[in-house]
């Protein structure tokens, strides 16, 4: 009987190499501080053990409509012959050339065709906070009246204070008589359309009937019409 676990080997001394020697088992790192927690983990999986497989909610109640949409699904591939999408005519062919022209032209043009006003980052700030806060209005034009509009209503209320005078000194000295009785009141309307305003045309034409009794400018005095004349002139 041969024994088959001797090592022989010629000139030995009859012990194992020190090659032979080390254990060929190791152990997990940390093994035995974690074998307490895991032997526990399987005792409990194995006191309430679970299906390895969990049929969805609802599949067997979804399964023939499912079943029927996959199959109207199939049947309208059948009938679609293409892919859906296609590729224009000698597409690949000219892909190579395509590719280098784009190629070259990316490496030519290094500018994007867009350009920045000057100083336009650093008046930017400014530009905003001025349209926020509203600082930027608009020109407001004043639209100045003629003079001359001015000096005409001047010269028409003088004509009609020095007209009234002159009717008042002549009914005083001579009723009947004087430079403005022979002057109709047609031809002081006249008058007052060519170096008047409109307005004053009107009030006087509305007032003629009263001349008779009260004069014009009666009831008022010298600084009535002073401030008159500083407003209007």
């Known amino acids: 009987m041969k024994d088959k676990h001797t090592y022989n080997h010629v000139g030995a001394s009859g012990t194992l190499p020190e090659a032979l020697r080390v254990n060929p088992y190791v152990l997990p790192e940390g093994y035995f501080e974690d074998l307490q927690q895991r ?9 309430d053990p679970q299906p390895g497989f969990v049929v969805p909610e609802g599949y067997f109640e979804q399964l023939g409509d499912s079943m029927m949409a996959k199959f109207a699904e199939q049947k309208l591939k059948d009938m679609v012959d293409e892919a859906g999408f296609s590729a224009p005519p000698a597409y690949f062919a000219d892909l190579t050339e395509r590719l280098l022209a784009a190629q070259k032209l990316s490496k030519q043009t290094r500018e ?8 336009y980052f650093d008046t930017l700030q400014d530009r905003i906070t001025n ?6 209005m608009a020109p407001v034009r004043k639209i100045n009246r003629p003079r001359w509009m001015v000096y005409a209503a001047a010269a028409c209320f003088a004509v009609i204070i020095s007209v009234a005078g002159l ?13 403005l009785a022979s002057v109709s009141d047609q031809e002081i309307l006249n008058y007052l359309e060519l170096y008047g305003t409109a307005d004053d045309v009107v009030y006087i034409s509305e007032h003629l009937d009263d001349f008779d009794k009260g004069y014009i400018g009666e009831g008022l005095s010298e600084e009535d019409i002073e401030a008159y004349l500083n407003h209007t002139l």
């Open 131 to 136: 349209r926020v806060l509203g600082r930027e």
């Open 167 to 179: 009717l008042r000194l002549t009914d005083d000295s001579r009723p009947n008589a004087g430079p």
């Open 112 to 119: 994007t065709g867009f350009t920045v006003p000057t100083a």
């Open 39 to 47: 032997i526990l983990y399987r005792c409990r999986h194995i006191d």
